[in-house]
């Protein structure tokens, strides 16, 4: 753990498309930019004003993101969530955030998803509850809390 973020250099990816954006190599349709955080308009938008929030420092799930970083991310969410809602007219939205291939993280560099939803919009997901009980709940309450303490 580095004491002071701006005597680090910025970890990146020559062959990420997400980093190439960060270093203006590629053009994206920019919303908001700050030292650590990048928003732009997703170029597959799944509804209208379905935008990304990006660090610009290259980390590939946010569990690898240092937890201030993802922090700087979850302000500027907040943040640009409420301008996307306004301009669109968008009567709520989700904040969707993958890891792993297996989720659906298609740009292997930490990113979130704010998205735009109508009702009836046809956008949606299986949601599939299952059961906790008390004695599984346990168990993962010790195991996880051994990472925890990591
Ligand atoms: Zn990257």
Excluded at 79 to 97: C, K
Aim: aromatic residues 6%; contains cysteine.
């Amino acid at each position: 753990m580095n004491a002071d973020p701006s005597k680090t250099i910025t970890p990146h990816d020559t062959g990420c498309i997400f980093c190439k954006i960060v270093a203006g190599q590629i053009p994206c349709h920019k919303l908001y930019e700050d030292e650590r955080v990048l928003s732009f308009l997703d170029i597959g938008p799944l509804s209208r004003g379905h935008c990304l929030v990006i660090p610009k420092a290259h980390y590939e799930t946010i569990d690898a993101t240092p937890g201030d970083l993802a922090g700087a991310c979850a302000a500027v969410i907040a943040r640009v969530s409420g301008a996307v809602r306004a301009a669109t007219g968008a009567t709520g939205f989700n904040v969707l955030q993958n890891n792993g291939a297996v989720s659906g993280q298609e740009v292997a560099h930490m990113h979130f998803h704010i998205i735009p939803r109508q009702a009836n919009d046809g956008l949606g997901y299986r949601w599939l509850p299952g059961k906790l009980d008390a004695a599984g709940a346990a168990t993962l309450i010790k195991a996880i809390g051994a990472g925890l303490e990591r």
